[in-house]
């Protein structure tokens, strides 16, 4: 069966960190991903790492957020910092690639003062 769980979701004020957290079960993949989702915009990829390189890192979290992945133990990583108000959205994590691969249910990320 295939699990795809996120974790570590929260409010925070600005300038404040968290790291999330996706745990994988039962995925072959090398292709690994955070996205996320403001109210009211679209869904918009924030990061990914495929072989173990990251690949993409959107303008707006490059110096600011870190994607890996603790491969042993099937958990991908995004440490965020320096958090501002317009990070405030849902953070799903994917697998496999956008089109085609699987996604979790997302977690919050409210960064509020």
């Known amino acids: 069966q295939v699990q795809l769980v996120e974790s570590g979701g929260g409010l925070v004020q600005p300038g404040g960190s968290l790291r999330l957290s996706c745990f994988s079960r039962?995925?072959?993949?090398?292709?690994f991903g955070w996205y996320r989702q403001a109210p009211g915009k679209e869904r918009e990829l924030v990061a990914t790492l495929t072989n173990g390189i990251t690949t993409h890192d959107a303008d707006s979290v490059k110096g600011r957020f870190t994607i890996s992945r603790d491969s042993p133990n099937h958990v991908m990583y995004l440490q965020m910092d320096n958090l501002k108000l317009e990070d405030t959205a849902v953070y799903y994590c994917?697998?496999?690639?956008?089109?085609?691969?699987?996604w979790g249910r997302g977690t919050q990320v409210t960064v509020s003062s």
């Open positions: 994917n697998v496999g690639g956008a089109s085609t691969g699987w």
């Open positions: 039962n995925i072959a993949s090398h292709v």
